[in-house]
């Protein structure tokens, strides 16, 4: 029984990233909350604050995915262009939201200047978009179809998530089992492939690590079905234990 | 005088990024070596370990850049894809470099099981490629034309740049200047853009935060043109101080 699978991807949009300015946060919080929706993260694109670029990847990731994330660009200053951005892609008008401007009413009412016309850009939505809410600080995220909209600040982003926590149809989530051991990879590289090749509904993957002067490597065994899983990693673990390799349960 | 502007997009490979299971620290550490390469970073995509995905951003990234990194997917096991996958996205066969097999097999002499069949896989490389230099372990990295690629293991990846250091054709660096107020961005919106409006030659990001209980942001001031970098801060800092918001250099 083969069952469908859901998908996303993810913008990141922003000229911090892509100079190095800003560590990135969210593409990892974005990929972990997927996880336990059962919604696969497909591809990642980081884009700059240009239109036509965001634009691009938009119509790119929105084709070949279930649902579509973008974080950043939605504040109140000039280079925040991601909700003009995404109107275009789906070719309707930015309107302001009436529940967002009334949202911002309250938020700035007690706060220096008030709501002020840049910040009165944060009530703007695609035509037809609901709202999602914001926590911690005035403007809230904007869905829009299947098309989520969040903040690029990371914590924003977050709150965000966590209010769209079990709205999303998913599928079963991804299971996952790590084990550690320390030997190189390249000396176990074999049986890591026949294991994989020998549980169908499993995959594994191999991440080398360089600690307290010794190499290791941590190995993570995923399946939408927890029996497969465990059987595949009852296989791992003692074949590598045959190979004289003891695993450590969890990672190293 | 308009300069020649460099680019380059970066691809990184891996599921565990995208299960959210690994931070990727590579999309940084690139982004910065490129600043200073005076080589602006275009666009990042992560994608997953599956052939025709890497090939499709490989083919991408390639026709729009002038050069073309990845991280990850270039070590022993069976989901280390990456050379084959550019290989195939450059049409051509992938060989074992002569020099590769040589320092595996120095780095493997006095190990445990010696140059195995999984360890020679990290000697083969796309036809025509040159090797980039690895400082912290065996496997070098991979140079084939305006393709770079690279470890995923953020320390060997350091060291890759490293070696890459000075031997790529940029322009001038992107020069900035950082300065930061304890003002929410929506207080200041209209003054970021006034002044950029006012200074083509520059671009101003601005980076909201919320720290000990306040909100302030930092601005950065990007340009070419160191004087026209110094003119458009200079402006930015008398425009915030005339509305009450002394800056302080550097950022908060």
New interface residues.
Partial sequence: MSERIWTAGLI?IG???????????N?????????VQGI??????????VQE?IVEAVDALRARNDYLFTTGGI?????DITVDAVAAALGVPVVVHPEARAILERY?AD???GL????L??ARVPEGADLIPNR??GAPGIKIGNVMLMAG?P?ITAGMLDALTGTLEGGAP?L?ETMGCWA????V??I??EV?RAHEQC????????REGK?GANF?I?STDADALAACARDLREALSRAGHETTAGGI
Same sequence: chains 1, 2.
Avoid at 40 to 49: I, Q, T
Avoid at 75 to 79: C, E
């Fill in positions: 990141v000229d911090e990233i892509l100079s190095g300015r800003t560590h990135d946060k593409i990892a919080q974005v990929a972990a909350w997927l996880q696969r993260l497909d591809e990642v694109r980081v884009v700059a604050d670029r504040g109140p200053t000039h280079d700035y706060k220096p200047g002020t016309q840049d910040r850009r944060m911690m600080s600040v914590h991804l996952s190189a990879e390249s000396e590289a074999s890591l492939r994989e995959q594994i993957g191999s991440y080398p690590f360089f190499v993570v995923r």
